[in-house]
């Protein structure tokens, strides 16, 4: 059976975990209740900014939950797969600020939805990692080397494990590490570094709560990353950040709405996370959000893209701005382009 692109993948995906997006216990509905809307205020930090759409000659077909990031080796953004549809998608594209680039590449890695990728700053390659194919949750690891345009399977000794909704993300340090995602029947709090060739599990003193369908988004100003909700068993409404050794769970005056499967991408030009959109108890969210590194607080652009969840957000250092694509409303799969300007 498929549901808006996820197909269940065994009797223990029952209904609550009938689709990636829609991995909701009993308990987090509670989380998710109108009562817990959060206190919308502008930054004094933050200027007025605008979400711009751009018009592309090409784009890559409708589209969401795929693996999004920014090649520093190669100043373009790299996007791979998601769920279309056709169904689960294996196709790689470049953008390079103006042009999206279809990459026929001699090998490439099985299709999938919900993986995860970040640049490693030691190794200069991207690292991809897990996901979902419609039938299991995935454990393996590609490289991406921009130079060449070529995916490269990797063979490690060890792995996070079968996992759907990892967060994968390029630390304080410059390494990519691994936290959480959901391996079909428990959500995860294990974390892992990848060496080059191998997965080495870490073990900080502290780690956030188990959780999946989360996003990160790691401020080299501040030298922290921030994760802020996702899906869990336990109660994901929180902001955590890391320093590249410790996980520190912050109190900030005020944050967002809960919500799973939101974008977010560190906006150099403002010195904040921008967190936007992402579900909330069925409900896709247009909001824009912005983390100056210590509290959150709610932006209002003069123009937003539409509601979404599943869309791809990276900052593309080639021309100073975070760009988002795709991304999904119920049914409706989505191939537009926007870049977020100051």
Request: hydrophobic fraction near 40%; proline fraction near 6%; avoid cysteine.
């Amino acid at each position: 059976m498929v549901v808006n692109g996820f197909q269940l993948s065994s009797a223990r995906r029952n209904a609550r975990h009938s689709k990636f997006h829609n991995f909701l216990p009993a308990l987090a509905l509670l989380y998710l209740a109108p009562a817990l809307v959060a206190v919308s205020a502008i930054g004094a930090d933050v200027p007025s900014i605008a979400w711009m759409k751009l018009t592309p000659a090409t784009s890559p077909t409708p589209r969401s939950f795929m693996a999004m990031t920014y090649d520093v080796g190669t100043h373009r953004v790299v996007m791979f797969g998601g769920s279309g549809s056709t169904g689960y998608l294996n196709d790689t594209w470049t953008f390079d600020g103006t042009t999206w680039t279809k990459v026929n590449t001699p090998v490439v890695p099985p299709a999938r939805a919900a993986a995860q990728m970040a640049y490693d700053r030691k190794t200069h390659n991207v690292v991809l990692f897990g996901g979902y194919d419609g039938t299991h949750d995935l454990s393996d690891t590609w490289l991406w080397d921009g130079s060449t345009s070529t995916w490269t399977e990797a063979t490690p000794q060890h792995s996070p494990g079968h996992l759907t909704g990892p967060v994968v993300f390029t630390d304080p340090n410059g390494h990519v590490d691994e936290f959480g995602g959901f391996d079909g029947n428990l959500y995860q709090l294990t974390m892992w570094q990848w060496n080059g060739s191998d997965w080495i599990k870490l073990h900080p003193p502290t780690v956030p709560y188990a959780r999946s369908a989360t996003t990160a988004a790691t401020d080299f100003v501040h030298n922290q990353t921030v994760i802020f909700g996702g899906l869990a068993d336990v109660n994901p409404d929180n902001t955590w950040t890391y320093d590249g050794t410790t996980w520190t769970l912050q109190s900030p005056s005020t944050q967002p709405l809960l919500v799973y499967s939101s974008s977010s991408a560190f906006d150099a030009n403002l010195h904040v996370v921008i967190l936007f959109g992402g579900g909330s108890g069925g409900v896709d969210q247009d909001t824009t959000w912005a983390w100056n590194g210590s509290d959150w607080r709610q932006v209002f652009p003069t123009q937003s893209p539409t509601a979404r969840e599943g869309a791809g957000m990276t900052y593309d250092k080639a021309i100073d701005r975070v760009v988002l694509f795709g991304g999904e409303r119920g049914a409706v799969l989505f191939s537009d382009t926007w870049e977020l300007t100051p």
